[in-house]
Structure formats: C-alpha cells, structure tokens
C-alpha cells in the first residue's frame, strides 16, 4: 500500500475543510442581547408569580399560537382616551403614543376622547377605598371593539378612572383581549392619587410599561417567566416599577417575527426617548444592548 498517496491527500483534504470548520456560527441578534437578560427572582408572598401558575412560553409555543399580525391596511396602533384628562394627562398620553409607536415600530394615533358618561350605572362601582370604578371587561366589549377602525391592529383604551375586572378583584392595571385586538388601562393608580410636574415621570414610565405589557399579549406573547421583562406579570406598583420597560431577548424574538422591524433602529429611537425623559434605568439598559450589537 502506497501510505504517502494517502497521507498527501488526507492533508490537502485538511486544508479544504479546516477552514470551514473552524468559522464560528455568527449570533443573531437575539442571542446576542441575551447577555443583558436579568434572571427572575424567587418570588415573595405578594408578587405576581408567587400566586399564578403558568406555563413558560417558548418561542416554538408562541409560533403556533394564535395571535395578532400586523398586515397592510391593518397595521396601526390606536389609543382611545376615555374621562377628564387635564393638560398633564394629555401630555402623558401623547408621550406614551410616541412610546408605544417606538416599541412597536408601528404607526400609533390618538382618536378623539370619549367622555365618562359612556359608562351605564350598571358597570360602576365604588370600591372599598372610595373611588368609582368601571368594569374593564364592558370597556373592551362595548366599547372599544365597536369603535375599532378598520386600519387598526390593535385598539387601547386609557380610562382616568379605575378599572376592576371581576367583583371579587379589588382593582386591575389593564387587561386585553387577544382574539379581538382590544386592550384598557387606567392612569388613576399611576400617579398615587394626583399627576403632578413631580411624579409625572414615575407615572408615564408606569403608563408605558402596563400599555407595551397589555398590547404585547394582543400580538400574542404570554407573561415572561425567562427574565425581568416588560412582559412579567403583576400585582402591585412596587412590581410594575421593579420590571423594566424593556422586553427580554426571548419576548422580543417574539415580537419581532411578527412585526419585522429593524432591531438597531427600534434601540436608538428607545435610546433617545429613555434621554428625553430622563428614564435613566431603562435608558442604561438600552445603552448596553446598544454596545453589544454596534
């Protein structure tokens, strides 16, 4: 047997192929952002997984679920004030429908505001702490579904008053309907009693976070169990303000594969907003997405 035939080439067949081998697989956005994923606590008596049940959603879950999809002629956000609001307010709600067109990559309006009086007598109550509330679940049946442009992909109402979703709940942040594209939330516990120059900040960033939140179960992601994400449920203010703005790498995943949006443009357009605002915690944690995908 002739052993240096062979053995020349082998080596030349080494040289063909090392080459490939050795080129490392290039990460996909996603998997590269993931570093900045902050692990879940355990959680305390209290706090929303601590009292819920639920099943992790992968991404493979999210694909075959049933969601909401931006298309053409069908891809607009809507906000539907619905109360009193005073300047502060309006301020507040139009800087959350530029908020929401950011994260969504989508273009996002404000329709006319609705008065109180839309509410019967028979969807208000007075809650145990004195104030009047409205049923959140009337809010999405019969009246945002059939005030639903024909162009929206989802439609979110923001009440001025408190919202309970059951007569045994005390209250609830918001809540939303996956099938039908319509979601609500209520500013009256954001600003602890009264919007003010001084808690206007704490309570747009909390506006922020419950809209982003409720609109993203209407494209269908479920709440996160991977990381601290926008996407957690939650029980109480002090829950909201500890779960960041930003959707984890996985929800975004998610997110994105339905909205096909430009990651890097959706970080600097959230880098510049988080600035404006003077959210510091979310705008550093933008900053570090940002410095690992420049």
Not at 145 to 169: H, N, Q, S, Y
Not at 177 to 186: C, Q
């Given at each position: 047997?002739?052993?240096?035939?062979?053995?020349?080439?082998?080596f030349?067949?080494?040289?063909?192929?090392?080459?490939?081998?050795?080129?490392?697989?290039?990460?996909?956005?996603?998997?590269t952002i993931?570093?900045?994923d902050?692990?879940?606590?355990?959680?305390?008596?209290?706090?929303?997984?601590?009292?819920?049940?639920e099943?992790?959603?992968?991404?493979?879950d999210?694909?075959?679920?049933?969601?909401?999809i931006?298309?053409?002629?069908?891809?607009?956000?809507y906000?539907?004030p619905?109360?009193n609001?005073?300047?502060?307010?309006?301020?507040?709600?139009?800087?959350?429908?530029?908020?929401?067109r950011?994260?969504?990559?989508?273009?996002?309006?404000?329709?006319?505001?609705?008065?109180?009086t839309?509410?019967?007598?028979?969807?208000?109550?007075?809650?145990?702490e004195?104030?009047?509330?409205?049923l959140?679940?009337y809010?999405?049946?019969?009246?945002?579904?059939?005030?639903k442009p024909?162009?929206?992909?989802?439609?979110?109402?923001?009440?001025?008053?408190?919202?309970?979703?059951?007569?045994?709940?005390?209250?609830?942040?918001g809540?939303?309907?996956?099938e039908?594209?319509?979601?609500?939330?209520?500013i009256?516990?954001f600003?602890?009693?009264?919007?003010?120059?001084?808690?206007f900040?704490?309570?747009?960033?909390?506006?922020?976070k419950?809209?982003?939140?409720?609109i993203?179960?209407?494209?269908?992601?479920?709440h996160?169990?991977?990381?601290?994400?926008?996407?957690?449920?939650?029980?109480s203010?002090?829950?909201?303000?500890y779960?960041?703005a930003?959707a984890?790498?996985?929800?975004?995943?998610k997110?994105?594969s339905?909205?096909?949006?430009?990651?890097?443009?959706?970080?600097?357009?959230?880098?510049?907003?988080?600035?404006?605002?003077h959210?510091?915690?979310?705008?550093?944690?933008?900053?570090?997405?940002?410095?690992?995908?420049?």
């Amino acid at each position: 047997m002739n052993l240096g035939k062979y053995s020349f080439t082998f080596f030349y067949l080494l040289l063909f192929i090392l080459p490939f081998s050795c080129q490392k697989k290039e990460k996909t956005y996603f998997e590269t952002i993931a570093i900045d994923d902050i692990p879940l606590p355990k959680p305390k008596p209290g706090a929303w997984r601590y009292h819920h049940e639920e099943k992790f959603q992968t991404f493979e879950d999210f694909q075959k679920g049933r969601k909401i999809i931006p298309k053409p002629g069908k891809n607009t956000i809507y906000l539907q004030p619905i109360g009193n609001f005073d300047a502060l307010q309006k301020k507040e709600i139009a800087l959350t429908k530029e908020y929401l067109r950011i994260y969504f990559q989508l273009e996002t309006k404000i329709l006319p505001v609705l008065p109180n009086t839309v509410f019967p007598k028979t969807v208000r109550r007075i809650s145990k702490e004195g104030q009047e509330q409205i049923l959140a679940g009337y809010v999405l049946d019969s009246i945002l579904i059939k005030r639903k442009p024909k162009d929206a992909v989802v439609l979110m109402g923001i009440t001025e008053k408190d919202l309970f979703p059951l007569p045994e709940w005390n209250y609830v942040f918001g809540l939303a309907s996956y099938e039908d594209g319509v979601g609500v939330t209520s500013i009256y516990r954001f600003a602890n009693g009264g919007l003010t120059a001084s808690n206007f900040n704490e309570s747009l960033l909390r506006l922020i976070k419950i809209g982003s939140h409720e609109i993203g179960h209407m494209f269908g992601i479920s709440h996160c169990l991977n990381a601290n994400c926008v996407m957690n449920g939650t029980n109480s203010l002090s829950e909201t303000d500890y779960h960041l703005a930003r959707a984890c790498s996985l929800c975004q995943r998610k997110l994105s594969s339905s909205i096909h949006y430009n990651d890097k443009k959706r970080l600097l357009e959230l880098k510049d907003f988080f600035e404006k605002q003077h959210h510091n915690t979310d705008l550093t944690v933008v900053n570090q997405d940002l410095n690992l995908v420049q």
